[in-house]
């Protein structure tokens, strides 16, 4: 019997890593039809170089870009890119390809070993390429930076187990230089048993100014614009950006149809977002509070409560920042994958799969009239309902089944290796 469980084991690595060969592949060969992110990148740094503004659409489109994807990112990040332009783009987009393939493993491998403890199956394999429509295989093919950004603070949030604070901290900042949002774990600096958490705090954010403060010396001109276009920015649902506050934007919005004061729409909006924000922390808090309050056994232990925390907190960043494109829900694959397989029974475990592989609302078998409306939020409602089992569970369950790293029914077969 173990003899077959090994090779039903083998047979299914094989299966998966074909899937991903495939997949990886498909990219590589038609990479001129995507990577229209890091087309822009490596348009952008090219115009720097050459002295011209990388803010500037049309130059953008000048050097062969496409003026629909502009540059967003703070100038500093145009030395990370610059180094592409040595290459032809062609190339350039393989290397970038290849170069992220390469980081993702060590991100999976710290998942595995860190966040994904229920995770060490074949079933962990396939949950990251079908739940939320697959946010890894997205950006590999929009050649985005999200790889990137999520392995160095996926490595700053593994030192922190291991309360290496400081590199912690020049993680996350290095992270945050992007889009910003990883900053936001700069929070868990408040947990208790964290040494010098008032210093890391204030060097971490002088180390994020500094950082800025070297893309501002670069070019004023053009930092002022990134500033402008970063404060600015207005991307809903259609625009692949299912957050909390982009959905009550496309909800209030009708009122500016029916002759509403633009000032009185945009209050509703933010008084509406402000109380889900409330919302959602308060009963997180609930929870937390839950967690901490939980004393060391042999079953949980205090690294173990700890990577609970942490994946806690990434699902509740995911639900309250402004800005979540659909790339980012790489973050909570984690927290997602470990609540389904700790919460669901092996027949339930099937239809959380299937509700979050159909994330991609062009997919959903229903009608237009909801495509263009609340199926364009269908990964945020998955949030939603998966921050709701999980929060009542740890409010209301046992003590003894809070924090538990089993996964529901586990049996031999489910600790084959990924």
């Not at 999520?150 to 900042?173: E, S």
């Not at 868990?188 to 954010?205: E, N, Y």
């Not at 205090?302 to 790339?327: F, G, H, N, Q, S």
Request: net charge positive; with cysteine; aromatic share 14%.
């Amino acid at each position: 019997m173990i003899s077959l469980r090994n090779n039903a084991s083998r047979i299914r690595l094989v299966l998966m890593a074909l899937l991903l060969t495939y997949l990886i592949g498909n990219i590589s060969r038609h990479s001129g039809w995507y990577h229209w992110d890091f087309s822009t990148y490596y348009h952008a740094a090219n115009v720097w170089a050459a002295g011209g503004d990388p803010y500037d659409s049309e130059a953008i489109k000048k050097d062969g870009g496409s003026a629909n994807f502009p540059f967003l990112y703070p100038p500093v990040v145009l030395l990370f890119f610059w180094p592409f332009t040595i290459f032809s783009l062609n190339v350039a987009l393989q290397v970038w390809l290849f170069l992220r393939v390469l980081l993702l493993i060590p991100l999976i491998l710290l998942w595995w070993r860190w966040f994904v403890p229920t995770g060490r199956d074949w079933l962990f394999g396939l949950f990251l390429i079908i739940a939320f429509w697959g946010p890894i295989y997205l950006d590999l093919r929009a050649g985005n930076v999200t790889i990137v950004e999520q392995l160095l603070l996926w490595i700053g949030l593994a030192l922190f187990l291991k309360k290496r604070w400081l590199w912690f901290c020049v993680c996350v900042v290095t992270a945050a230089i992007f889009k910003g949002t990883p900053l936001l774990f700069l929070g868990l600096l408040a947990l208790p048993g964290v040494q010098h958490r008032i210093k890391l705090m204030l060097g971490s954010i002088g180390l994020f100014g500094f950082l800025h403060g070297v893309g501002y010396m670069m070019n004023p001109a053009q930092f002022a614009k990134y500033a402008k276009a970063a404060l600015t920015w207005d991307e809903r649902g259609k625009d692949f950006n299912p957050s909390t506050l982009a959905a009550l934007k496309d909800v209030w919005d009708p009122l500016r149809a029916r002759g509403v004061p633009p000032i009185i729409v945009d209050a509703l909006t933010f008084a509406a977002y402000a109380a889900a924000v409330a919302v959602v922390l308060w009963f997180s808090w609930k929870a937390y509070r839950r967690l901490v309050a939980l004393r060391t056994d042999e079953a949980t232990s205090e690294t173990d409560r700890l990577a609970v925390l942490i994946m806690l907190a990434t699902l509740v960043c995911a639900l309250v920042v402004p800005r979540l494109k659909v790339y980012t829900l790489m973050m909570i694959l984690p927290v997602t994958y470990y609540v389904i397989r700790t919460e669901a029974s092996r027949g339930a475990l099937l239809l959380w799969m299937i509700l979050l592989s159909m994330s991609n609302h062009t997919f959903l078998p229903i009608d237009a009239g909801f495509i263009s409306s609340a199926g364009l939020y269908y990964p945020l409602l998955m949030l939603y309902l998966v921050w709701g089992v999980w929060t009542y569970r740890i409010i209301r369950s046992p003590a003894s089944t809070v924090t538990t790293l089993e996964p529901a029914e586990a049996s031999p077969a489910d600790s084959a290796p990924i």
